[in-house]
């Protein structure tokens, strides 16, 4: 049975409130099928973004770490993580990494990083858009995504690694029984074939939940795909 998750209810950074693992627990993950170790690019290195750097190590793959108040602060887990793990400025980062993921507050990524260093690359955009704690922002109808496309108009924007608590996301991987899933939602189905990837080398299933605008309303606040953990099998029949 996969274990529970220990500990308080703690909102991470971005808005999240742990729901623990439930769900059918039986059965046990097959062999999944890893992708090639890239380096990748982690900017927000709060609970969510320093987990996620975390368990990208602990797979195999090489990360470089960056966040708002510079390299020199990023010296604690540098230590914890070793060589796998560097540090740099946000605009260093992104042109460093093969792969970049967004985990800082929705309201800094417009501006974040001169757009031609994201040209070409997969980005991916973790990030949720909150207009007080735990109310979804009035977008018009928009996904938050397809705003971060627009204001990186040369990146393979993908949404995924939004909908997971740093606490379910630290352990989950590592945990038998059916495997959980996170979600990719895009326009370019190599982009999300390369997230999918990652998805899998870290032990969760990837499940594709469609276009951009469709496929990231679903997994952002207000959505039902957001903040519920569920397993491959219970995803693919929702959707």
Do not use: C
């Not at 999944?32 to 793959?61: E, F, K, N, P, Y």
């Not at 946000?90 to 757009?115: K, S």
């Not at 899933?181 to 899998?200: C, L, N, S």
């Amino acid at each position: 049975m996969r274990p529970g998750v220990p500990g308080e209810l703690h909102p991470d950074q971005i808005g999240l409130d742990r729901h623990g693992l439930n769900g059918p627990t039986s059965g046990t993950a097959g062999p999944s099928d890893r992708g090639a170790s890239m380096r990748t690019g982690v900017i927000g290195t709060g609970r969510i973004g320093s987990t996620l750097a975390r368990i990208l190590v602990a797979a195999g793959h090489e990360v470089v770490l960056a966040n708002a108040t510079g390299p020199d602060s990023l010296a604690p887990l540098l230590a914890e993580l070793g060589p796998a793990a560097t540090a740099a400025r946000p605009v260093e980062a992104a042109g460093r990494a093969d792969l970049l993921v967004l985990m800082v507050p929705f309201a800094g990524v417009r501006g974040l990083l001169p757009p031609h260093v994201v040209q070409d690359k997969v980005l991916v955009d973790s990030t949720n858009a909150f207009s007080g704690p735990g109310t979804p922002a009035d977008l018009g109808g928009r996904g938050s995504s397809e705003l971060v496309a627009e204001w990186y108009p040369g990146a393979r924007v993908v949404k995924s690694l939004n909908t997971m608590h740093f606490e379910t996301l630290a352990v989950a991987g590592k945990a038998g029984g059916e495997r959980l899933a996170h979600y990719t939602a895009g326009d370019e189905p190599k982009a999300k074939e390369i997230v999918a990837g990652i998805i899998t080398d870290l032990g969760f299933a990837a499940v594709d939940t469609g276009p951009l605008h469709s496929g990231g309303i679903l997994q952002q606040p207000g959505g039902p795909l957001f903040n519920r953990s569920l397993t491959e099998a219970q995803a693919l029949a929702w959707i």
